[in-house]
């Protein structure tokens, strides 16, 4: 079965610190690949995806994500976190019928 | 333009009574998908359906729910009667087209069976 892992439960990163959340992939076909960010008391927010062509792809709030099809990742990175990064992340595969397949989430803490 | 609305945000009912979820998606999305994250777990795939017809419901958990989305628009899970592993939360998403289009999310019912 297609499945996504995020084996981090957490991340704590200062302010102004580069920020990298990961993302790892089963092997299985084309994977297309989102991430979702779930700021408090809020729902779920897309940030990007990868669907095809380049593997660095750019989304909201100044995140990017980088496929690598030999690591079989897909980690999210910011270059500069802010406190409001504060928030919790999670990576999703598209599965048959276009349904997604969660990984379990990360909890990112920036810290002033 | 409205996104996806979930009613209500919160409800606490005891175990064996009837709780039940709506949902609005984003006006012409003919997508709509039902998650559940059950106490900090991944979230899960419920059902798909596409205007009023169930696609997919591979991810219901048991004859205790059901899922309705009369007329292509809105859309119910009725949880009856329900138990203490139901709790968690219920997330809805809408979608436009079929491939490769992201689906945006309701802010969740957080439900709890005390």
């Known amino acids: 079965a297609q499945s996504v892992a995020q084996p981090e439960d957490q991340v704590n990163v200062a302010e102004g610190n580069p920020l990298t959340v990961k993302c790892t992939y089963s092997v299985s076909g084309n994977p297309y690949l989102f991430w979702y960010v779930q700021y408090p008391n809020r729902g779920l927010q897309f940030l990007l995806k990868?669907?095809?062509?380049?593997?660095l792809v750019k989304g909201s709030y100044g995140f990017e994500a980088e496929f690598n099809k030999s690591q079989t990742s897909f980690h999210l990175k910011k270059p500069s976190a802010l406190v409001s990064d504060s928030a919790l992340y999670f990576c999703?595969?598209?599965?048959?019928?276009?349904?997604?397949?969660f990984g379990g989430g990360t909890r990112v803490l920036v810290k002033p | 333009e409205a996104g996806v609305t979930q009613f209500p945000s919160h409800s606490v009912i005891e175990k064996g009574q009837t709780v039940t979820l709506r949902c609005d998606p984003i006006s012409g999305h003919d997508n709509l998908y039902w998650y559940r994250r059950v106490m900090g777990k991944e979230i899960k795939f419920l059902l798909h359906?596409?205007?009023?017809?169930?696609?997919?419901e591979s991810g219901m958990p048991n004859n205790r729910f059901l899922a309705e989305r009369t007329g292509g628009t809105y859309s119910t899970l009725k949880v009856q009667p329900a138990e203490l592993e139901d709790s968690g939360v219920y997330f809805c998403?809408?979608?436009?087209?079929?491939?490769?289009?992201?689906?945006?999310f309701g802010q969740g019912t957080r439900l709890t069976v005390v």
């Open positions: 998403a809408s979608s436009q087209e079929y491939q490769n289009t992201e689906a945006f």
């Open positions: 359906f596409v205007k009023e017809s169930k696609q997919d």
């Open positions: 990868y669907i095809t062509g380049d593997n």
């Open positions: 999703a595969r598209r599965a048959a019928g276009n349904k997604l397949t």
